[in-house]
């Protein structure tokens, strides 16, 4: 049901100060910042090799991602997505093999894909994503 990984979700404090990073830095191109109310987090998205980085700002303190950066002062990785043509197919697939599932049921989020999360207890300690391209 996999069929690639999607991106590699990064929690940054601030997108003005990583998005420069990685122009300058390393020469990627900033395909676009998009803010996701639902997950309280303003993302911005570069393509390397066909799988993308996903910078992650919060945009409010009880965010997962301002959790994650209390822990993590520093930022970095936060999650790892992997695409699938059927992500209620997916998490079907991962409760039945007795994975804790964070989301029972698929939100809307950055590029209107649906997405879930699968919790890092019972993944190995990655938190992982499982996303499906938006209709």
């Keep these: 049901m996999i069929n690639k990984i999607d991106h590699i979700g990064i929690a940054v404090k601030s997108l003005d100060e990583a998005v420069p990073y990685y122009e300058k830095a390393l020469g990627l ?6 803010t996701v109310e639902d997950q309280k987090v303003k993302t911005a998205f570069f393509n390397v090799g066909g799988t993308h980085l996903e910078l992650l700002e919060p945009t409010a303190p009880d965010s997962p991602i301002a959790k994650f950066l209390e822990k993590n002062p520093f930022g970095g990785v936060h999650h790892v997505a992997f695409n699938t043509s059927d992500v209620v197919g997916a998490l079907s697939q991962a409760k039945e093999a007795g994975v804790r599932l964070i989301n ?4 809307i989020g950055a590029h209107s894909k649906k997405i879930a999360f699968l919790h890092p207890k019972s993944t190995m300690g990655v938190l992982t994503e499982l996303c499906q391209d938006g209709e």
Excluded at 29 to 34: Q, R
Excluded at 104 to 107: N, Y
């Design 29 to 34: 191109k900033c395909e676009g910042v998009e």
């Design 104 to 107: 029972e049921t698929p939100k």
